[in-house]
């Protein structure tokens, strides 16, 4: 799985120490942002099924159609998670067993 830290930012909120990379078993790229300081609870968190954002572009997208706008993705973070997601992967134990979909 890889991190990186990029900041997210909305109308009345920024999070300078967001959090967007690739989670291989899931075959799918999340973002997390704007932590609650009490709950730990992110305000944005994309990301909980398998291959829901299959790709980098999906992503930021989907953080934009709620208000926010990735910032602070480099060349060579975006290349670096474009190819952790390009290989195929193959199914978990737990898709082959029928328990994940």
Known sequence: MSRYTVEVKS?????PEATIGYDRPLRTFFLQALPDPKTD??????RAFLEEYSTLESI?????????????LTREMMLAMIKESG?????????????VR
């Open 41 to 46: 609870e992110c305000a944005l968190w994309l």
């Open 11 to 15: 109308a009345t909120n920024a999070d």
């Open 87 to 99: 290989p195929p992967h193959p199914p978990s134990l737990g898709e082959r067993l029928g328990i």
């Open 60 to 72: 930021v997208e989907a953080a934009r159609t709620q208000g926010y706008e990735v910032r602070g």
